[in-house]
């Protein structure tokens, strides 16, 4: 059967009485009911942002840190677009808990629903649909910042270090300048909340302290979602990311990284193909939700050499076994599973990019080798020919000017930005390459009576080293393995047959060095993304259970007060 809000829950049988039981299986602060909001007019619009409802702010940020009980898959999925861009498509199936807070505008009911912590700064070509396709609005800034005031007042309100049911009007004030004011505000108000000495009691408070610096940071994007009668809802967002390209070293097991710069041969080995290019994603999405599924395409040209992801406490913590997942084999795409990833955890995902076997790469190394081949002809030929020879000597420019043309021409048949950024060194050698050819025909044309001697050996052999060293890169594409993990990916039974009589570990377990095992402490060109990161990492389960139990009596204790109905959810208005 379906409730009053059309949601679909058990039914229990008492006599010939059928009656609707509360769906409190779902979600164990169902309990408390809902909160709605009655919206008739403008005034009642604008009264409502200035309010500041605390009790939607506890239950705003209460959903947010509770997100693994509602959301219960993330998908998220990203796709090269050039060499300087990549586009993230994040899909989120979820079901709307009874205690999100409501609207009500006539006869319409919108439930408010955070989806995702960004940073505060520009999304470029963002797009947010539900699941039938349909663009999707979000709120203001202004409504989002008076959301964020509300979810501050209300942390400070439930604070052990505050007395009372009012905030101390210079509190009250600088939370309102924390929502509401512009960069340098900010950075006052910040300067005062450190200084005041009646600010001491919050800037003690753990809780606030990291729910402040987030919020400083980022927005929480919240949704007015309409109702409707399906018990699992899909959002999908996207949005493009610009793509630095610089390596970055990890600088800690949390996450945070430090740029560096790789030694010249370390570059050149990965751009002609002898090893491949290491990209990292950070991913800190994946702590709200229940199962985390993250998904790479390779730019054309490209394949997948492997794969990794993984989750762990920070600083690497005794809290539980990490979550992680691991993929080898040439692939051109790659998905990667996380499943019930606690909230604090750091979690970052990473995929080493190869050219292809027969690609582009092919076609660089017989450029090369055409091309060197051909001087070292010509000059053996020359070579031969006496000084004293006719002036008509043979004329080998315009051959030479073909294969240079050829040679160009193949480096312009670029399938793939990304692509050609990868192997800009075997491009540079194909270059190299090119100009040998180029002076030969010229120094011919010019001085066709001097063409036997010593110089003509020069552009030859110089042009044998970029041809040596695409052959090598080739010949290590061709005949290398995928990269070997002795862990096996814990979301993939398919071999479990053949592995009865292994021996070896299947599994992670505790003590292994997965940080190291996965290759998460080398270097890596690094992709952000716009989701905002821990900067604290104080999180822990006692913490988490701290919160919980202050957030649940805080809105017990700012909720309007309802009339008691045995079985359907009560409504209160505010």
């Not at 070509?125 to 005031?149: H, K, M, P």
């Not at 080798?369 to 070292?376: A, P």
Request: proline share 7%; charged share 25%; aromatic share 6%.
């Amino acid at each position: 059967m379906l409730d009053e809000r059309g949601r679909a829950g058990a039914t229990e049988t008492t006599g010939d009485e059928v009656r609707t039981m509360r769906p409190d299986l779902l979600f164990p602060w169902d309990e408390g009911g809902a909160h709605e909001h009655r919206i008739a007019s403008g005034d009642d619009a604008r009264e409502y942002v200035r309010h500041h409802c605390v009790a939607c702010g506890l239950r705003m940020v209460h959903l947010w840190l509770n997100s693994r009980t509602w959301v219960r898959r993330r998908v998220e999925h990203v796709e090269f677009i050039d060499d300087r861009t990549v586009r993230r498509r994040v899909s989120i199936d979820f079901t709307v808990p009874l205690y999100a807070p409501t609207v009500r505008m006539g006869d319409q009911v919108l439930h408010m629903i955070p989806i995702a912590l960004l940073e505060r700064r520009s999304l470029i070509n963002f797009d947010l649909r539900d699941e039938a396709g349909t663009a999707v609005s979000i709120l203001s800034d202004r409504q989002n910042d008076a959301i964020t005031a509300a979810i501050l007042k209300g942390i400070a309100m439930t604070s052990p270090e505050m007395a009372g049911d009012e905030l101390d009007a210079r509190i009250d004030g600088l939370i309102d300048v924390f929502a509401f004011g512009n960069k340098s505000d900010v950075r006052g108000a910040q300067q005062r909340f450190d200084r005041e000495p009646g600010t001491s009691g919050l800037r003690n408070d753990t809780f606030f302290s990291m729910t402040l610096a987030r919020l400083q940071a980022g927005w929480l994007m919240c949704l007015l979602l309409p109702h409707r009668p399906d018990l699992r809802r899909i959002l999908k967002f996207a949005y493009d990311e610009p793509l630095a390209f610089s390596y970055e070293k990890s600088g800690s097991r949390s996450g945070e990284e430090r740029r560096t710069s790789p030694p010249w041969w370390a570059r050149l080995s990965s751009g002609i193909g002898l090893a491949p290019v290491r990209f990292r994603f950070i991913t800190p999405g994946a702590e709200s939700a229940q199962s985390y599924l993250f998904e790479v395409t390779a730019p054309p040209g490209t394949d997948i050499r492997s794969a990794a992801a993984l989750a762990e406490a920070p600083g690497g913590r005794s809290q539980g076994d990490p979550s992680f997942d691991v993929k080898g084999g040439v692939r051109p795409r790659v998905n990667l599973h996380l499943e019930d990833v606690p909230t604090g955890w750091s979690a970052m995902t990473q995929v080493e990019l190869a050219a292809q076997r027969q690609s582009w790469m092919s076609a660089l190394t017989t450029s090369a080798c055409i091309v060197s081949l051909l001087l070292l002809a010509i000059a053996l030929a020359l070579r031969r020919i006496p000084a004293t020879a006719s002036p008509s000597r043979p004329d080998v420019s315009l051959l030479v000017v073909f294969v240079s043309l050829a040679s160009t021409l193949v480096l312009q048949q670029v399938p793939h930005a990304m692509l050609a950024r990868l192997l800009r060194p075997a491009r540079f050698l194909v270059g190299l390459s090119t100009v040998c050819a180029l002076f030969l025909a010229t120094r011919v044309a010019l001085y066709p009576l001097e063409s036997n001697r010593l110089w003509l050996w020069i552009p030859a052999l110089v042009s044998v080293v970029p041809a040596l060293l695409l052959l090598l890169g080739t010949w290590r594409l061709r005949t290398s393995a995928p990269p070997r993990t002795e862990l096996d990916s814990p979301t993939d039974f398919t071999d479990l047959a053949s592995d009865r009589a292994a021996t070896g570990p299947h599994g992670a377990p505790r003590g292994v060095s997965l940080w190291r095992e996965l290759g998460f402490d080398r270097p890596a060109i690094v992709v952000q993304g716009s989701e905002s990161i821990r900067s604290q990492n104080d999180w822990t389960p006692g913490l988490a259970a701290a919160v919980n139990e202050r957030l649940q009596a805080g809105m017990r204790r700012f909720e309007p007060e309802k009339t008691e109905e045995p079985d359907v959810p009560t409504t209160a208005s505010s």
